[in-house]
């Protein structure tokens, strides 16, 4: 009985909340959807092979070049919260195509830049764009689905963009082999052409005119504020947020620890990398197929505890001075439970609020973007050693076990 609910669910969208003459085609949706929320992580990650050859051509200094990533992740988070209001108020598609229209030719500025300022600026704008389509992607979700359904298309989600992160430093590095670093930003203002003919031939509207909210800046703020007030929101998007810390603080501190501590050589780095976002994509898949039989709340705990067993193994491996087997094993639990929560708190967090996914959607991300990425510079400040990694994962994940327990017991989201 279940089983077939959930068919159905997949197979009919929220009827309060879609137009009736578009049947959700989930696999085009995913690849559409996903390319647009894989942005962010191409743009910030594609281009870092690239720093030291950039230092020298710009004749640039190092901290210079690093403003390039600082504005862009400061851009990231305050254009999540222009676009996702205006999506709700003019509808998804318009916002959409203008966001992807600015990140292509804000990436062709970029190709172009003559020094580092004019880089910084088109970066800016770039992140502008970035965020319009991690947004939009994540209100159009909510728009075509429910329930059941939502948590199983956040799973396919998960398989396009959880790739992103691993494979974006991977294809920065060998484009650096045929071009310079002018062609990453080449690469990235193709793929945004490619996105806006895929989007404007493909993506219809999902938010009817009828369900759209003001766009007067006294109800914006109103609005966000309803959202910060509902404890059940808040629980999940910090719970989603913390679990991704975790996810941060590996990125940060797994090269130090694994090529200095360990003694990996890059490219065997490149493969426990490589493994590592392959376990986070194949339990997103999994949760997929178990979000029919079980609550997204119930998978949602179960994904928060394998994190903090993982996590208190890399701190045991890590204490022990272990051998790697010993230390990969947990690390490779802890990355992989992304998987599970990520979905699951994602859609927990938007299923009470299907007239403003938008906005909803832009303090999800913002939450993630300051709780995660705000932790990768804590793992450096404590030594960036094997036990500092492993502690800020362990920590982040009994944070987010716990926020979820304490401030979600109410949900009556299933």
């Known amino acids: 009985m279940a089983g077939s609910t959930a068919v159905n669910e997949v197979r009919t969208t929220h009827t309060s909340s879609t137009p009736r003459t578009r049947p959700p085609r989930t696999a085009r949706y995913a690849l559409l959807l996903g390319g647009l929320t894989a942005f962010g992580p191409l743009s910030i990650d594609m281009y870092l092979p690239a720093l030291p050859v950039m230092a020298g051509e710009l004749n640039s200094t190092d901290t210079q070049l690093q403003l390039t990533l600082a504005v862009f992740l400061v851009g990231l988070g305050v254009g999540q919260l222009v676009a996702g209001p205006l999506s709700d108020a003019f509808g998804r598609r318009r916002p959409l195509l203008v966001g992807v229209v600015v990140f292509a030719v804000a990436s062709a500025v970029a190709a172009l830049s003559p020094s580092v300022p004019a ?45 992103a992160p691993v494979l974006a430093p991977l294809l920065g590095g060998q484009l650096l082999r045929w071009t310079s670093w002018r062609g990453i930003f080449v690469t990235l203002t193709a793929f945004g052409v490619v996105l806006l003919v895929v989007a404007a031939l493909a993506l219809p509207e999902t938010l009817p005119r009828g369900q759209r909210r003001s766009a007067r800046p006294g109800d914006i703020v109103r609005t966000y504020a309803a959202l910060l007030r509902d404890r059940i929101f808040v629980g999940h998007a910090l719970t989603v947020g913390l679990a991704f810390a975790a996810m941060f603080a590996y990125i940060s501190g797994s090269s130090f620890v694994l090529q200095h501590h360990y003694g990996l050589s890059p490219a065997e780095y490149g493969v426990v990398f490589g493994l590592n976002g392959v376990g986070l994509v194949l339990v997103g898949q999994l949760n997929g197929r178990l979000v029919s039989r079980f609550a997204p709340k119930t998978l949602l705990r179960t994904g928060l505890t394998a994190a903090i067993v993982g996590g208190l193994g890399i701190v045991a491996a890590a204490a022990a001075d272990a051998s790697l087997p010993l230390l990969l094993l947990p690390l490779f639990v802890t990355v992989s439970s992304v998987g599970m929560v990520g979905p699951n708190a994602t859609t927990l967090a938007l299923a009470d609020h299907p007239n403003s996914a938008g906005s909803a959607s832009a303090l999800l991300g913002l939450v993630q973007f300051l709780v995660g990425g705000g932790t990768s510079p804590i793992v450096g400040l404590l030594g960036g050693s094997a036990l500092a990694m492993a502690a800020v994962m362990a920590t982040a994940a009994a944070a987010s076990l716990t926020v979820s327990i304490s401030l979600t017991r109410a949900s009556s989201a299933h």
């Open 119 to 163: 880089l910084v600026a088109a970066r800016a704008v770039q992140a502008l764009g970035a965020a319009t389509g991690m947004v939009i992607a994540r209100a159009a979700v909510r728009d075509l689905y429910s329930g059941v359904a939502m948590a199983r298309f956040f799973s396919t989600l998960m398989l396009v963009t959880g790739v």
